[in-house]
């Protein structure tokens, strides 16, 4: 073959690879564009509000161990409930917003539950407190048979 046809060949060989990678791009763009959501990609507007926690149910947050820990106690929880997941959110002095997350799981026909939260984080026995200013944001989420409900109220400590 001679030196012109090899570089023909190159040539046409470069525009056909570059016509298949535009190709292949523009095909996983608009796959990846056209796919649909997922259950848990659903945007956050779509999703209606949780329901709120019946009047019944009374919660407490009262401080512990010299504001470093908070005693949280929830009465009348509603019968077939499952699990309480809690998130707790504050600011603090030197670290800014901080928060404690967890899920109570509960024994059937519990309507009571007791429980002491650190406000900091700890490790192999050594802990660090928070300093926390101002009200601690508490947010329950109750779940069971009869689906899922909301508790949630800011507390002055």
Wanted: hydrophobic share 35%.
């Amino acid at each position: 073959m001679q030196q012109e046809d090899k570089k023909k060949w190159m040539h046409w060989g470069g525009i056909v690879l570059v016509i298949i990678i535009v190709v292949v791009g523009a095909f996983l763009l608009i796959n990846r564009n056209n796919k649909s959501p997922s259950q848990n990609e659903q945007p956050l507007q779509n999703q209606a509000p949780l329901p709120k926690v019946d009047s019944s149910v009374t919660v407490s947050l009262n401080p512990a161990s010299g504001k470093r820990e908070v005693v949280l106690a929830v009465d009348n929880i509603p019968g077939q409930t499952s699990t309480i997941d809690y998130e707790l959110s504050y600011q603090t002095v030197s670290q800014g917003l901080q928060g404690v997350i967890g899920t109570i799981h509960l024994g059937s026909g519990e309507s009571s539950y007791k429980k002491s939260i650190t406000l900091g984080t700890c490790s192999t026995g050594t802990c660090i407190y928070h300093e926390v200013v101002g009200s601690i944001s508490l947010s329950l989420k109750f779940s069971g048979g009869y689906g899922q409900k909301i508790f949630e109220k800011d507390f002055q400590i």
